[in-house]
């Protein structure tokens, strides 16, 4: 069973940036494709972001594409999410999750939830206006 666990959440300001990290339990963390989700209170969950098992590829929800950056470390097993120009709109739980079964041969697949077999807790990020 691989653990996923995210920090880097906080309570910041219209504008500022923050910095998500995902540390897995697993030296397989390779294998795994791995993606950031989000739900606000009192909606569902949504796809934000999501990288390849090799961190060439990556992918964005339109909503914070050009201010969001995902990327991963292999060696280390853990994944970032730089969260720059941050709007009230982006308040949520932020969570990491690992794929077996995405794959860049079909990107779509990266922003379904059910492609994912790892969850973490999540980490709460709080913009004020």
């Known amino acids: 069973q691989v653990q996923l666990v995210e920090s880097g959440g906080g309570l910041v300001q219209a504008g500022d940036s923050l910095r998500l990290t995902c540390a897995a339990s697993?030296?397989?963390?390779?294998?795994?494709?791995m993606a950031w989700f989000r739900q606000a209170p009192g909606t569902a969950r949504e796809f934000v972001a999501a990288?390849?098992?090799?961190?060439?590829?990556?992918y964005y929800a339109d909503s914070v594409k050009d201010r969001f950056a995902i990327s991963r470390d292999n060696t280390k097993y853990t994944g970032q999410l730089q969260m720059n120009s941050l709007k009230p709109e982006d308040t949520a739980v932020y969570y990491c999750?690992?794929?077996?079964?995405?794959?860049?041969?079909?990107?779509?697949?990266?922003?379904?939830?059910?492609?994912?077999?790892?969850w973490g807790q999540g980490t709460q990020v709080t913009v004020s206006s």
């Open positions: 697993e030296s397989t963390f390779s294998d795994y494709a």
């Open positions: 990288v390849s098992r090799s961190g060439v590829g990556t």
């Open positions: 999750a690992l794929s077996l079964t995405a794959y860049a041969s079909d990107p779509r697949r990266f922003r379904l939830e059910n492609e994912y077999d790892w």
